[in-house]
C-alpha cells in the first residue's frame, strides 16, 4: 500500500521551501537558497488516456464538488480534484490535441500543457519532488524534469534546449456549473484503472492559511492576482506589458473563489453582469453588449470574439518563489 507525507506537514515544508509568505509581494527570498530546500515524497502514478464518462453518466458526483475544466476545439472534459489528487497528472488528448493536466494540491497549483513538442510527444508524471513550492514533473520519453508552474525544464536532456510546455486555459469550477455550462462534457470515470477508492472530499484539506492567486505572464512580465480581491471585484481590466487583459471570477462556481478566466480584452472595457439562460455566465462591455464566458473566448451573438488567455492557479508561495520579480495587482507601485 502507498504511503504519502502528511499533507499538513508537506504544506509546512513547501512554504518554508520557498522562503516566502503566502501571497505576499514580500516574498522575495534568494530564489538560490529556496531551490536548496527541496522536498521529496512518494510519487503518485499519472493518469494514462484513463476512461470517461458521459457527463450525465457521473451520478457518483455531487454539483458542489470541485473539477478541473478544459475545452478544446469543442471537446470539453471534467477531471474531478477527488481523483487528480491521488495522480497528480493527467495525461490525455482533447480535441485531438495531445495535453497533460497537472494538480498540485499541496501546492494549490493547476496547469495545462500542451505536450507535442520539437522532441516529439511526451507524457508526464510527478516525481514526488517539490522546489520553490512547486511540484516537479519528468516526462516518461527523456526523463526530463519540469517546474509544473513554469513548463521549463530543469534538468535531464531538455534542460537548456530552449523548449518550454506549452500552457493552455483551464479552469477550476464546481461539477455542477461545469456540467450546466457544458451538457456534452465528458468526466473521468471511477474506474481508472487504479485499484483504489476516490471518496468525496478527496485527500485531507488544504492548509487553510495559504492564499491562492492567479498569475499571468505576457511580453516577458508577471502579475500576481490575489483569488480573494477577484472575487469581489468579479471582472478586472487591466494591461500587463502594454497588453490590455480582463479577468473574470465566478466567485459563486467554487467554495475558494478559484473560479477564474482571463481574456484578451482589445479596445474594450467590461463589467459584470447576470448569469443568463441555461447556466451561461455573461460580461457586458462599456456599450452594453453581452458576451458570452466561454472556454475558448469571450463570443457575442454575432460572432465577434476575444481569445481566452491562459493562466495559472497557485498558493502565493510557490508564484513569488518562480516568478520574485512580479508585478501584484492592488498592490503599491515600485519606486
Not at 457527463?55 to 477527488?82: C, F, M, Q, V, W
Not at 510557490?318 to 507601485?333: C, D, K, M, N, V
Amino acid at each position: 500500500m502507498r504511503t504519502f507525507a502528511t499533507p499538513a506537514v508537506l504544506l509546512l515544508s513547501l512554504t518554508l521551501a520557498s522562503c516566502a509568505s503566502p501571497g505576499t509581494p514580500a516574498a522575495k527570498a534568494s530564489p538560490a537558497a529556496a531551490s536548496e530546500a527541496e522536498i521529496k515524497t512518494e510519487p503518485l502514478a499519472p493518469l494514462d488516456h484513463a476512461p470517461l464518462l458521459r457527463g450525465k453518466a457521473a451520478t457518483y458526483l455531487t454539483p458542489d464538488e470541485p473539477i478541473l475544466g478544459i475545452e478544446i476545439n469543442g471537446d470539453s472534459r471534467a477531471y474531478p480534484l477527488r481523483i487528480l489528487d491521488w495522480h497528480a497528472v493527467s495525461n490525455d488528448t482533447v480535441g485531438r490535441m495531445p495535453v497533460a493536466l497537472a494538480w498540485c494540491r499541496p501546492c494549490g497549483s493547476a496547469a495545462l500543457y500542451r505536450t507535442d513538442t520539437p522532441r516529439g510527444t511526451l507524457t508526464l508524471a510527478a516525481t514526488g519532488r517539490f522546489r520553490d513550492a512547486d511540484q516537479l514533473l519528468a516526462d516518461r520519453q527523456t526523463g526530463t524534469v519540469w517546474k509544473q508552474l513554469t513548463g521549463v525544464p530543469v534538468e535531464g536532456a531538455l534542460a537548456g534546449s530552449g523548449i518550454e510546455l506549452q500552457l493552455l486555459p483551464v479552469v477550476l469550477t464546481s461539477w455542477g456549473n461545469w456540467l450546466g455550462e457544458h451538457p456534452d462534457t465528458r468526466v473521468l470515470s471511477l474506474e481508472t484503472g487504479f485499484k483504489r477508492e476516490y471518496p468525496t472530499g478527496g485527500r485531507p484539506a488544504d492548509d487553510p492559511q495559504a492564499s491562492s492567486i492567479y498569475g499571468l505572464v505576457a511580453g516577458g512580465a508577471t502579475k500576481a492576482y490575489p483569488v480573494d480581491r477577484l472575487a469581489q471585484e468579479r471582472v478586472v481590466n487591466d494591461e500587463l506589458a502594454g497588453r490590455p487583459v480582463v479577468l473574470v471570477s465566478e466567485p459563486e462556481a467554487d467554495g475558494k473563489n478559484r473560479t477564474i478566466r482571463a481574456y484578451e480584452r482589445g479596445d474594450r472595457t467590461f463589467a459584470s453582469f447576470e448569469r443568463a439562460f441555461l447556466g451561461a455566465f455573461f460580461v457586458i462591455d462599456q456599450d452594453g453588449r453581452p458576451w458570452r464566458v466561454d472556454e475558448e473566448a469571450l463570443t457575442t451573438p454575432d460572432g465577434k470574439r476575444l481569445p481566452r488567455l491562459p493562466g495559472r492557479l497557485s498558493y502565493g508561495s510557490g508564484w513569488f518563489a518562480s516568478y520574485p520579480r512580479t508585478l501584484t495587482y492592488g498592490a503599491a507601485s515600485r519606486p
